[in-house]
């Protein structure tokens, strides 16, 4: 089945910085890969999300970079708020309404 | 539409103790999951419906756990017996091709 590798598992930037997540996956099938952010006590929200046959997608401040030859994919965060401290997910499926395979998490933290 | 419904929101139960979670999903979605959070492990699949049909049940970690979906509204997973190790959050969703939506969680402590 599926494995998907996240690093960092935490990650601590000022203000402003920028932030990257990595994702590696296992399955050559799988073509979705969705970002969530989830805050404390909550459920997973989607932030943005990409399908194979696209390289890049940019939402605002988000954007997130797929390889599928290297088999993996990167959540970059510009301009960093404190509001961005969540945990991050990446995830892998093999269509936008499947079942969901994530990463192990990642916990940003914004400094003021 | 409300969204994913999850009842209930918290549970306590003594170990031994059979626990029921529902789901209730966003009308017109037609695929329904179970995932469960926990620290050591993350966010996984225990189980996936199509149509009300199961498809995948290989996350669930034992027979102690089964899940059923009678109609395209309702779902539950049930524990019996719990046990402490089954303390967690666990997260209905549901999709079509137009959405994927969790729902806010039940937190389960088996004590």
């Known amino acids: 089945g599926e494995n998907v590798e996240q690093h960092p598992s935490t990650l601590s930037v000022q203000e402003g910085d920028s932030a990257v997540i990595k994702c590696t996956y296992s399955d050559s099938a799988s073509n979705y890969f969705p970002w969530y952010k989830q805050e404390l006590g909550k459920r997973p929200q989607l932030i943005i999300d990409?399908?194979?046959?696209?390289g890049e997608k940019k939402d605002q401040r988000i954007a997130v970079t797929l390889n599928k030859t290297a088999k993996h994919f990167s959540l970059h965060i510009t301009e960093t708020q404190p509001e961005d401290s969540a945990v991050y997910f990446c995830?892998?499926?093999?269509?936008?309404?499947?079942?969901?395979?994530f990463g192990q998490g990642t916990i940003l933290t914004v400094h003021p | 539409d409300a969204g994913v419904i999850q009842s209930p929101r918290h549970e306590v139960t003594e170990m031994g103790q059979e626990v029921t979670l529902r789901c209730k999903p966003i009308?017109?979605?037609?695929?329904l999951f179970w995932y469960r959070q926990t620290m050591m492990r993350g966010l996984e699949l225990l189980i996936y419906f199509n149509n009300n049909v199961p498809i995948d049940d290989s996350g669930m970690p034992e027979d102690r756990f089964s899940a059923k979906m009678p109609n395209a509204s309702f779902s539950t997973l049930k524990i019996q017996p719990s046990e402490p190790r089954d303390s967690a959050v666990y997260f209905c969703a549901s999709s079509s091709r137009y959405g994927y939506t969790f729902g806010s969680g039940t937190r389960l402590t088996v004590v």
């Open positions: 990409i399908r194979s046959n696209v």
């Open positions: 009308s017109g979605h037609d695929y």
């Open positions: 995830a892998a499926s093999k269509a936008s309404y499947g079942k969901l395979t």
